[in-house]
């Protein structure tokens, strides 16, 4: 069978668990649809175009002749919905998952299966955080003290991209309320993972060649909170610096309200630690904000960045915003330019406004037109195309650790390897390109460089002396 994995790092990791257990269960994986029997799509359901990404791709897989089946974040959302829209393909839940191989085994041989009917999955943990996080501790998930958890059983994970980086899950689900996004309630609410268990897989993707750990959630700066420990994060990230074999962690989605000083210290100071910042701005108009369900404001967000860049200089800094929330104004727009031309960040997207079911947004006056919305995306988008690249210009003569992904000797030369700095999240923030790496050089190698060139956010370095660190530290 084949695996078509679409958004983000934390279906990613979803979809290695499911391999796993259909590897566990005996079934064959394959990477080209073409000639499987099966092909199992993991879908993303955040906003608009990502849904209709997904549709696309299920409808191309059942092109292939295989049976097709629809997991993840559509399928969970909209259940029988999106099987009566789509009877080409069968459509399983998250409660599907830990039988993800008894499912599949249904149907290849016929066997009729219901499509679940979505809930609130915010709803399904009547116990306390303490409980819940004890009861996933106790393994005891989908046998009624918590509701299945994908991306959690990282004993059943089996790697499908390879190469020297992999994200790792800290939580599944949020407790936030942002008037916008629907995530909470098909993911659930904020459940953290034991430290240990971070750590135990942590070692084991140590052993499967990882040297970069990409921490996610929904919400990285949440962790431990429901376990009554809002500084598990700070106690965890020079833990799995220790972990033999890993060079470096980074920690994605962190949110502006919750940068903690302890943590922006930890970020910004710990060898080992990339300090680098993605920060879920989503706006800088405190007036927007405020009507979002979000906290702060252009200033309080220039506050942390200037805090970070004192302690970290060369600190990486990456934001996604939204254009056309209903009531947004010409001078909410003009002010966001204002945060995005003072705040100097290395990565922005850029996301118009869709209407999403089960939010509070779908009811608020004041919406703009399409087209408006198109426009004010384009502006936008232009401005934070020429900023960025103007902040990459700033890193020329910058000394940058480059962690190597790919030997580009045969195409650029003996000594050249791409991969990403500090700054550069593996999969959305652009890459570095390293000249005159020395022979012996392997994936997954920090080497030491200095910033000589840029193509747009892309850098071009040079290997410094001494150029090698150990590889995996």
Request: negative net charge; hydrophobic residues 40%; glycine residues 10%.
């Amino acid at each position: 069978m084949a695996l078509v994995t679409l958004g983000c790092a934390r279906n990613e990791v979803d979809s290695e668990e499911l391999a796993g257990r259909l590897a566990g269960d005996g079934y064959e994986l394959v990477d080209d649809a073409e000639g499987a029997d099966a092909v199992l799509v993991n879908t993303c359901g955040f906003i608009e175009s990502a849904k209709k990404d997904s549709v696309d791709a299920i409808l191309a897989a059942t092109d292939s002749g295989a049976e097709v089946i629809a997991v993840g974040c559509l399928a969970e959302r909209y259940g029988v919905e999106l099987a009566g829209a789509l009877p080409e393909a069968t459509v399983l839940g998250f409660d599907d998952y830990a039988a993800i191989g008894d499912r599949l085994d249904d149907v290849l041989t016929g066997r009729p299966l219901v499509p679940h009917s979505p809930r609130d999955r915010r709803t399904l943990l009547p116990i306390s955080p303490a409980q819940r996080t004890a009861a996933v501790a106790a393994g005891r998930v989908g046998e009624g003290a918590a509701p299945a958890i994908p991306g959690h059983d990282w004993l059943k994970r089996r790697r499908l991209a390879g190469g020297p980086t992999a994200a790792v899950k800290l939580a599944s689900g949020c407790d936030r309320r942002c008037a916008f996004c629907a995530i909470p309630t098909f993911r659930g609410a904020f459940i953290s993972r034991p430290p240990a268990e971070v750590l135990a897989e942590a070692r084991w993707l140590a052993g499967q060649g990882v040297t970069e750990l990409v921490l996610v959630s929904e919400n990285s700066t949440s962790y431990g909170k429901d376990a009554g420990d809002l500084r598990s994060l700070e106690k965890l990230l020079p833990e799995l610096t220790a972990v033999p074999g890993i060079a470096r962690v980074r920690v994605a989605y962190l949110q502006p309200a919750e940068m903690r000083p302890g943590l922006l210290e930890i970020l910004a100071g710990t060898p080992g630690i990339a300090p680098y910042f993605d920060l879920s701005f989503q706006h800088s108009s405190p007036g927007l904000l405020r009507r979002m369900r979000r906290f702060g404001g252009t200033e309080d967000f220039l506050g942390i960045i200037e805090r970070a860049r004192a302690l970290a200089p060369a600190a990486g800094f990456r934001t996604n915003v939204i254009l056309g929330f209903p009531g947004e104004t010409e001078a909410d727009v003009a002010e966001l330019e204002r945060f995005l031309t003072a705040g100097r960040l290395d990565a922005v997207g850029v996301f118009g406004y869709s209407d999403e079911e089960a939010t509070e947004a779908i009811g608020l006056p004041g919406k703009l037109d399409q087209d408006e919305i198109d426009a004010r995306v384009r502006r936008i988008t232009d401005l934070v195309e020429e900023l960025t690249a103007q902040r990459a210009e700033e890193r020329i003569g910058e000394p940058v650790e480059v962690l190597l992904t790919d030997d580009l000797s045969a195409t650029e030369g003996p000594g050249t390897w791409g991969g990403h700095a500090a700054h550069q999240d593996p999969d959305a923030d652009g890459s570095t390109t390293v000249s005159q790496v020395p022979a012996g050089a392997v994936a997954g190698q920090l080497v030491h460089a200095e910033v000589v060139a840029t193509d747009g956010v892309d850098l071009v370095a040079r290997a410094a002396e001494p150029a090698l660190a150990a590889a995996g530290r």
